[in-house]
């Protein structure tokens, strides 16, 4: 239950930033979205002497917050407020780069100077964006405490003869960091690291030696952790948040238990779990890799006489070897793996999931051999961690603690691709998407390939039935009207007591913008005719007298470059093209064109029609070519519309259409950026006119007055 304090706290911090800022206006739908988070978050659930109670939603908000709501500072206000009430952490996580640099660099600082709530913040990273002083001293032997015992440690550390650039890009990267003018971060380094470098001076956690590093007091990954732990709020990104709880938890961010979690951009959030929680890797890869064990585990033993466990790895890799190479065999003969002149690389859908007979019995012994691998390799590698307490500084046994921790990485997901294939989901669960590929560049090699087709239910154990507290918002969360494909996708329907609000906008639709449906003959349907069309109408549509700015947003790679190529050659020469130049530097162009008082016009993609920010008459047209439908040719979306299809429904009006109407609101929401903004859309797709979906898909737009 929300007290008295938490109340008058939001109140006299939102007060504040409206006194101290002249031209702030306080705004209804901003203030009922402050409300609707304070009282969430203070229906948490406290833990019953060891036990966390059983959650059922009462504590998670879905709000969708149109464009100029001003969600960001609703949700670190109220936020803020209530974490800072309750002892927990703030987490909050959005899906683009861009939108965690705004919460760090402005909006953060922001609510901290106006509000006059003392928020602390940090933005949180992956492992790999740090660097690993023990390995970049090692390499270069500079700064390093074992230089004295090592006179050349540096080769040892190298599988081949190093480059100079190599050398002198190493040696500078030792110096700025030990002379504290670079702090580790690889985003701060003022040029370019390639990855292959790169990866030779970062760490992952299979690698690192934890307390026992000698540099571990200056360790940028963990002077970043220690950050968060003293932070009020702590920004990452969808990935970082998923990956920690599928750990378990407190691993890099803070503990769900302990967490109140703002996620925006939560319309990616389901996409995005489904890519977390799929696994893939190459047969002759792995075979490759598997060669190294008993070498590496030898290595391993030496340094920490652990006999037994050696011998195991080396049988586990073994049988893992012997197994792969009974599927080369079982392999060669599918003939949906045949290569031909036109697909040199075929792929095989394991249709629903369900692996043929002949194949369920490799598939069980795979996946038992690389779990006992797995593990036997995590036991060798914890071992090798005590060992490396007492010696400190010895280069062979940082050698192979490198080699080791390769190995166990390799593992981990060699396991993860084989208890995908040897599951067998219940009846009427969503199955798994399970699909080989025959590689054209190694003769009998294949990529093994696995991935959940939903990750509600992963969601629901891990996430929400964890967390103290969670508010998922963006503009566009409700399809067709509803949030039934969000809550479906997220796994928020089984969950009773979860919240949902859709806040009115602050933008008076039908004064400040129109719609426009061109009688357009051909359908999308037809490529050729409908390409041809939309050359006939842009210049009808276009006025290149007004300098102002149009962004035409396309579904085809193809159809943009077609169109932009068959426009009148004085139309051609107003065009920026997405992908023909640096976003940075169309965007700087169409600007300084409109400066000019020239007209502009923006060809641009999916990426286009969302989180471009066109306030004002840098966009006054947005103009759509088509209906933005995904049609599922991927895996994934095969196998999920096939079980669909299965169980009596129909996946193109169950996914596709839902799925175009959160991406059509996306593209539609490009023109009404602010309160002064105007303009029109006009879209070239007569489906919304000639189809029966096309009425759900113009109600859920704006209410724009129609022309």
């Known amino acids: 239950m929300l007290t008295d304090a938490e109340k008058d706290s939001i109140r006299d911090h939102y007060r504040a930033i409206s006194d101290r800022l002249p031209g702030f206006r306080p705004r209804a739908a901003q203030r009922r979205m402050l409300a609707e988070i304070a009282n969430a978050l203070s229906r948490a659930q406290e833990k019953v002497g060891d036990d966390w109670p059983e959650r059922e939603g009462e504590s998670i908000a879905v709000i969708e917050g149109p464009t100029g709501v001003g969600k960001s500072l609703a949700y670190l206000l109220a936020g803020g407020v209530m974490a800072r009430s309750r002892g927990k952490k703030l987490v909050v996580t959005s899906a683009t780069v861009a939108l965690q640099e705004q919460l760090v660099n402005r909006d953060l600082p922001f609510v901290v100077e106006n509000s006059g709530l003392p928020l602390t913040f940090a933005l949180a990273k992956g492992r790999g964006r740090y660097l690993c002083p023990y390995r970049l001293y ?412 149009t962004l035409v947003l396309f579904s085809s790679r193809k159809q943009m470059q077609e169109v932009g190529a068959g426009l009148p050659a004085e139309l051609r020469d107003r065009l920026l093209i997405q992908g023909d130049i640096p976003k940075r530097t169309l965007l700087d162009t169409h600007h300084q064109r409109l400066k000019d008082q020239q007209a502009s016009v923006i060809f641009g993609l999916d990426s286009f029609s969302e989180g471009l920010d066109l306030p004002g008459e840098s966009c006054v047209h947005v103009i759509i070519a088509k209906l933005p439908f995904a049609m599922p040719d991927d895996p994934v979306g095969k196998t999920l519309s096939r079980w669909i299809e299965k169980r009596g429904g129909n996946p193109f009006i169950e996914l596709t259409v839902p799925e175009a109407s959160i991406k059509l609101v996306q593209a539609v929401g490009r023109l009404i950026r602010t309160e002064r903004d105007y303009g029109r859309v006009t879209i070239l797709d007569n489906r919304l006119t000639r189809q029966s979906y096309g009425k759900k898909l113009l109600a859920s737009l704006p209410p724009f007055k129609r022309i």
Request: hydrophobic share 45%; glycine share 6%; with cysteine.
């Open 138 to 549: 090692g390499l270069t032997a500079q700064h390093a405490q074992q230089s004295l015992l090592q006179p050349d440690p540096m080769m040892a550390l190298w599988d081949h003869k190093p480059e100079q650039a190599e050398l002198d890009a190493l040696s500078a990267m030792a110096d700025a960091f030990h002379y504290r003018k670079w702090n580790g971060d690889r985003d701060s380094w003022d040029s370019v690291v390639e990855d292959g470098l790169w990866a030779r001076v970062t760490n992952d956690r299979h690698g690192c030696l934890k307390t026992a590093c000698p540099n571990r007091v200056e360790c940028p990954f963990y002077l970043a952790r220690d950050t968060l732990e003293n932070v009020d709020v702590v920004v990452a990104n969808h990935d970082l948040m998923l990956a920690d709880v599928s750990m378990g938890g407190g691993v890099i961010l803070p503990a769900p238990e302990e967490s109140f979690y703002c996620i925006d951009e939560a319309h990616h959030l389901a996409k995005k779990a489904v890519n977390q929680f799929a696994a893939e890797h190459s047969l002759g890869q792995a075979l490759g890799w598997l060669d190294k064990v008993g070498a590496v585990v030898v290595h391993a033993e030496a340094h920490t006489g652990k006999a037994e466990l050696a011998s195991s790895a080396i049988d586990s890799a073994a049988a893992c070897v012997e197994t792969l190479t009974e599927w080369q065999w079982l392999l060669g003969s599918e003939e949906a793996l045949a290569a031909s002149s036109d697909n040199l690389e075929p792929s095989w859908l394991i249709e629903d999931g369900i692996l043929p007979e002949r194949l369920k019995a490799s598939a069980a012994n795979m996946a038992i051999s690389a779990r006992a691998l797995s593990k036997q390799l995590d036991d060798m590698g914890n071992a090798l961690s005590e060992a490396r307490k007492d010696k400190s500084g010895d280069v062979d046994l940082d050698k192979t603690a490198t080699e080791l921790g390769f190995l166990i990485g390799r593992a981990e997901q060699l396991m993860a691709v084989w208890d995908l294939f040897d599951t067998e989901t219940p009846e009427n669960a969503p199955p798994i998407a399970k699909w080989i590929t025959r590689r054209a560049e190694g003769k009998g090699d294949y990529l093994f390939s696995a991935s959940p087709v939903s990750a509600a239910a992963s969601l629901a154990a891990t996430l929400w039935r964890r967390a103290a507290g969670a508010i998922l918002t963006s503009a566009t969360l409700r399809s067709l009207g509803d949030f039934e494909l969000l809550l479906s996708q997220t796994g928020l329907k089984w969950l009773p007591k979860v919240s949902c609000m859709a806040l009115e906008s602050p933008f008076n639709f039908d004064e400040q913008g129109e719609l426009y449906l061109p009688p357009l003959l051909a359908s999308p349907k037809d490529p050729g005719g409908h390409t041809r069309e939309i050359v006939e109408w842009l210049p009808k549509l276009i006025d290149l007298k007004e300098p102002v700015g």
